[in-house]
């Protein structure tokens, strides 16, 4: 299902397809051993650790693109600078804040980017409130080039991390 909502819908029913057989296959040795108690725990154990897994390498494939959202408590330009330095693309955009009007910043990042990115804003505007989206389309923009090739030999299952 993650890979559905990142966009990669040709990876995700072979991924499915595999999920499936590991599926018949663990239930196929628990009905055949039904007064076994350790089968039920591993297979409970088994699925818990699956998902672990699963989360632990999506997380490390750094597959996606995200939404920064920065409400900096401290002037823009500097932060602005450096992000653009960086090769980030930012929008700025007047808004209305509690204490008064503010710059609302804005910029689309690859998910293996993040990190850069959050340590520039954390570096020239600390505090700052931020929050991050999952972003399920983009048409053009600015975005950097990254050091890190996609996964899968280079993009097998697709060569972008944006899909239209």
């Known amino acids: 299902m993650i890979f559905v909502s990142r ?5 995700a029913p072979l991924l499915g397809f595999v999920e499936v057989i590991i599926w018949l296959l663990a239930i196929g040795q628990i009905m ?5 108690f ?3 725990i591993g297979y409970g154990a088994g699925f818990a650790m699956g998902n672990y897994i699963g989360i632990i390498l999506v997380e490390k494939m750094s597959i996606g693109t995200v939404l920064i959202r920065v409400l900096p408590k401290f ?3 500097n932060l602005i600078k450096h992000l653009r330095e960086a ?3 930012v929008t700025s955009v007047n808004a209305e804040g509690k204490n008064g ?5 804005f910029s689309i990042v690859k998910r293996k980017d993040l990190d850069g ?6 570096t020239h505007n600390p505090n700052a409130f931020y929050t991050i989206e999952e972003v399920q389309k983009v048409n053009e923009g600015h975005f950097g080039a990254s050091t890190r090739k996609s996964f899968f030999f280079g993009g ?3 060569s972008s991390q944006m899909r239209k």
């Not at 966009?7 to 990876?11: E, I």
């Open 7 to 11: 966009g990669y819908k040709y990876l």
């Open 32 to 36: 055949q051993q039904l007064d076994n």
């Open 75 to 77: 002037d823009t330009s």
């Open 117 to 122: 990115a959050l340590q520039i804003i954390n």
């Open 156 to 158: 097998i299952f697709g």
């Open 38 to 40: 350790m089968s039920y």
């Open 101 to 105: 009007p503010i710059k609302m910043l």
């Open 87 to 89: 090769n980030f693309g």
